[in-house]
């Protein structure tokens, strides 16, 4: 059988909302996503055939950003996740740390960081009632949530997984509903906001370690 490391819910919920606060600081920032992928691919392939060399150089710097914050993660922290010797809280503590750095000094790159982070959030292995949660990837929560409805409408399963895929959706759109108020009545804040958050939940992770796994044959 197979351990894995496995997530409070709370938790999941939070990193679900930064997730999607970050993807609008994303849009604001540069118009693009940085969370999610399918789209830009799409925008990228349009922008080679329309010569938009700006929006390819963009696109492109972005997805391999993204790809390289999963590798990262892959590469330091995949089966410790929960341990209390985990590495990702003192990743999202640099995260932090080095937004609030290059908010004022290197403001230019802040798209591409942001799409680094996303890489690293998305790729941050968590099991939640035998789910593995991936904190940006909506397009997949919103088909499990159907497939999950699916089986309770036919009474083959509980409704717990689709309470989850509905609630994690929700924290998403919240992050990102944040995000844009601040930016409508504040933009001075939006950013530092973001660092404070990454900072606050390295801060939780580290309070709530030891909680358990998930065995998998």
């Known amino acids: 059988m197979e351990k894995r490391p496995i997530i409070h819910r709370w938790m999941i919920m939070v990193l679900t909302f930064l997730a999607g606060y970050v993807n609008v600081e994303g849009i604001i920032e ?112 919103l088909t499990e949530a159907a497939l999950e409805l699916a089986a309770i409408l036919r009474r083959k399963a509980s409704p717990e997984r689709f309470v989850f895929y509905i609630f994690s959706m929700s924290s998403f759109v919240f992050g990102g509903i944040v995000a844009a108020i601040i930016e409508v009545y504040n933009h001075n804040i939006l950013m530092p906001l973001s660092s404070i958050l990454y900072i606050i939940v390295a801060y939780g992770l580290h309070r709530t370690t030891r909680i358990g796994y998930d065995y998998e044959n």
Not at 106 to 117: D, G, Q
Request: charged residues 15%; aromatic residues 14%.
């Open 30 to 141: 540069c118009g693009v996503t940085v969370s999610h992928y399918t789209g830009n691919l799409s925008n990228l392939g349009k922008g080679l055939v329309l010569g938009d060399l700006r929006r390819v150089q963009i696109l492109s710097s972005i997805l391999i950003l993204f790809f390289m914050g999963s590798l990262l993660i892959g590469m330091v922290n995949q089966r410790e996740f929960r341990t209390p010797r985990n590495r990702y809280k003192w990743i999202l503590l640099v995260q932090g740390l080095a937004l609030i750095v290059v908010y004022h000094r290197f403001e230019s790159i802040l798209p591409y960081l942001l799409a680094f982070y996303m890489g690293i959030q998305n790729g941050a292995f968590a099991m939640y009632k035998g789910v593995r949660v991936r904190f940006t990837h909506m397009t997949g929560y």
